[in-house]
C-alpha cells in the first residue's frame, strides 16, 4: 500500500504533532508513505504520474490544490477529492453549497470593495474574512461604516452577518462519518484552550454536521459553528482540519486514511460526489 | 502418505494445509465451490506469513482437491488416507459426518481424525455425529482428537475464479495442540504438534486468554470506532481492558489448572503484540462476528468470566466486554436484538441478569445502550462517554457537555 501525503510547507515552529504521529502509525500499519511538500519543491507537471494508491490532500495552500488538481486530472483517488477541498476551500462557493443543502449559513455578501458593505451594516454588524482562507487569518468583526475603510485585502471578501456566540466556539469534526465535538474559546490563550474539551453534539447540531458532510459527499472535514440566541449557525468548513481535541485524533485518522486506501485498492472511490456540478436547492436540515 | 483435509478455509489451507504438506504428506482437499475448484485446477496455493515487519512465503503444492458432490471420489481418498483433517467451522461438523462416514466405513485400517476447531470438543462432537450416522465404527478404533490452533490466519487473497493461486495470510505461530491420548500411535509427525493430556485444560487457556483478548480488541474497538483490530490495540484505555480480560482469564485458570498451565503476564504481552500485526488487516467486524456463540457460556468471555469469578476474581473487565458483544450482536442483527438482551443471558450465557456476573453484564449493557447507535463513537470506556447524545441535556457538565 503506497500513500502519499501532500502537507504543507515544513516549518520548524507551529508543527501539530497530529500527522507526525498518523504517519508514523501508517509506516507501522505497513503502509509506505511518502510526505509530498507542494511548496517546498519545484513540481514537474508534465511527468506528474499517479505513483499511490491513495493521495491524502492535508495541506489547503494554493500550490498543494493545484498539484491535487493536476493529480486529479491523471485519475489519481484524493482523500479528500479535489473538486471537494477546492469548493470547502473558496468560501463562496462552500457557503453556497451549504446554503443549497439546507444548512443555516449566516447572510453572506461578496465583494472586493469593501465600503460597498456600508449599507448592510445597517442591519447590525458583519464578519469579514478572505474570501479563500482557513482558520481565523484576516477575519474582523466590523461593527461601523469607517471600520471597513481598513478591511480591504484587493482580492475578494466574504462578508457575513455576526452572531454573538453565546459561548465557546463549537467545532464538530467528522473522520469517516463518525462526529467529534470540541468546544474552544475564541481567542484560545492557552495551548489547553487550544486544545478546547470534548463534549457530546446535540441532535441538531448532529442533523447540521451529517448535513455539511452529505452537501460534500464526503466523510473527512470540520465545521466551525456559533450557537447565537440558541440557534446554531455554520460559519466555516474544512477539508482536513487539525481535529485538535479529538480523543485519539491520530490513531483515528490513520485507521480511516489506511481503511480508505484499502477500499481504493478494492476497487472503491475514495468518496461518492453528490453532483458537485449541479446545485440543488434541498429542505432545510433544521427544524 | 497422504492426508485428507475436509474444509479448504483460512485454517485448513492457511495452517493445515501447509503443516502438512511440509511434513510430506500428500495434501487432498474436500470442499464445496469455488475454492476447491481453484485448488484443482491451480493445484497450489501460498500462505503468507507475517509478524507484521517481515514477511515470508510458502508454496504449498502440489495439491489435489475433490469436491464434496463427488461423494464417492471423497470416500475413496478417506478410505485410503493416512490422517483425516476437518476444518470447516464447529457449525457444520455436524454437516460433514455423513462425508466422513462414508470414507471410514471403507476403510480396512483404523485412522487418525482431526478436527481442527476453536470450540470445545469438537472432536466428541464430529465422533457421535459419525457414529450415530455409522454405529460399527464404534468399534473400528479410529482416533478422533480437536486441534487448538496457535496461529491467526485473517483472510484469503485472490479470485478463486481465476487461474493464479490463492493467497492465505497469517501469522507465523505454527503449534497446535491435539489429545494425545484419543488419537492412535503413533502421533503424526507434524512441525507444531504437541501431544497433551489434559487437552481441555489447554483448550480453555486458548479461549479465555488469547480469544477472550481478540474478543475483546474487537468488540471495543467496534464501540469506539475503529475498523481493525491492530488499530483498536493501539488504543491506550483499549489496550488496557484487553490486558485486563485476558488477566482475568488467566488467574481463573491459574487457580484451577496451576500456574504453569495458565501462563505469566508477559505471554498475554505477546498476545498483544500479535494482535498489533497489521499486515494481518484483521477487521473487528470479523473478528466479533457471531457475537451469540462467543456469548455462550462456556466460551471465551462469559465462561473465561465464570473461571475468574469462582477464583475470588471480580471479573468486570470480561463483564464489560460480554456487554460490548451484546452490543455488537444488536447491531449485527445476530439475534440478540429480536430475543433481548435478558433473554440472551438466560439461555445463551447462562447468567441471571438479576444477580452476580449476569447482573454486572446486564448493568453494563445498560449503561452501552444508553448511546448506541450505529454511528456513534464512544469517547471514552471509563466515562462512557459517547460522541453524541440522544437528547439535549443543558445541564450536562464537561466532559460529557452537550451543545
Redesign the interface.
Known sequence: MKIGILMPRQRTSRRSPLMPEVLK?LR???ATVDVIYPDDHVTDVGSLRVEHDLYVLRSDTELALSVAGALHAIGAPILNPWPVASMMKDRIAAARRLAAAGIPVPETHVTCVPQRLAHLLEEGPLVLKPARGARGRGMRVVFEPDELEEAGTGGPILAQRYHRPD?AD?KIYCI??????V?RRYPALSYHEKCG??????????EIALGCGAAFGVDLFGIDVV?SEGKPWVVDVRSFPGFRGV??AA??L???I??TA?RVLAGHAVAELPGLNTIGERKAVTA | MKAVLVGPGRIGCGFVGQLLRDSGYEVVFVGRGAVVENLARVGRYIVRLTDGRFTDEVQVRPVRAVSTSQEDAVAAEIASADLVAVSVGAQNLVAVAPLLAAGLLRRTSPVNVIAFENCNDPAGCLKEAIFRIAPSLRDAGHGFSGAIVSRIVARRIGDPAGSEPLVFLGDPPEGFIVHGPSLRAPLPKIPGLRSVNDYGAWLMKKLYTFSAGHAAAAYLGALKGYHYVHTAVRDPEIRTAVRDAMEEGRRGLARRYGPELAGDRRELEAILKRFENAALDDPVLRVGRDPLRKLGREDRLVGAARLAAEAGVQPRRLALVAAAAMCFGCAADSGIATCGPEATLRTVSGLDPQQGLGREVASAFTRLTEGREEDNVLLSLRELVWSWARKHDPDAQPALRIA
Open positions: 502509525l507501522e500499519f505497513g459561548g463549537r469517516g462519518g463518525q462526529l467529534f465535538g468546544l474539551e470534548s463534549f457530546s453534539i446535540a441532535p441538531e447540531l448532529r450557537v480523543p485519539d490513531l483515528r490513520a485507521d480511516y489506511y481503511a484499502q
